[in-house]
């Protein structure tokens, strides 16, 4: 569990959204989990070592620490299952976080996932 929230956290640490409202910062969390109670304590991770700041059903990504596609994004080809949307594709997007990796994603859920969209 303990790796599960590291990469919540980073994956909140890595956003490029100003804002979000705290709906569409757990749809983000639910790639790496769907556990209420994980999602919860992300947050709370989060939001203790500074990474986000929450008020009023909005959170704010206060890190600056965005994912590099270039460097931090690796594609590989085989059969997967995006981790946002469900969907069957042939491309996989992951992203390399000190954490652990994350994915697989499609090429328009790996914007929507680090706020690129």
Do not use: N, W
């Amino acid at each position: 569990m303990d790796e599960t929230v590291e990469l919540g956290v980073e994956l909140l640490e890595h956003l490029e959204d100003e804002q979000l409202s705290l709906s569409d910062a757990i749809d983000r969390i639910e790639t790496v989990t769907t556990d209420p109670h994980v999602t919860r304590e992300i947050l709370d991770t989060a939001e203790l070592r500074g990474v986000i700041e929450r008020e009023d059903g909005i959170v704010r990504p206060t890190g600056g620490a965005y994912v590099s596609f270039r460097s931090e994004v690796v594609q590989r080809e085989g059969e997967f299952t995006c981790r946002r949307c469900g969907a069957s594709i042939s491309t996989g997007h992951f992203v390399q976080f000190d954490a652990g990796e994350h994915g697989p994603f499609g090429s328009s859920c790996i914007r929507k996932v680090t706020g690129r969209e």
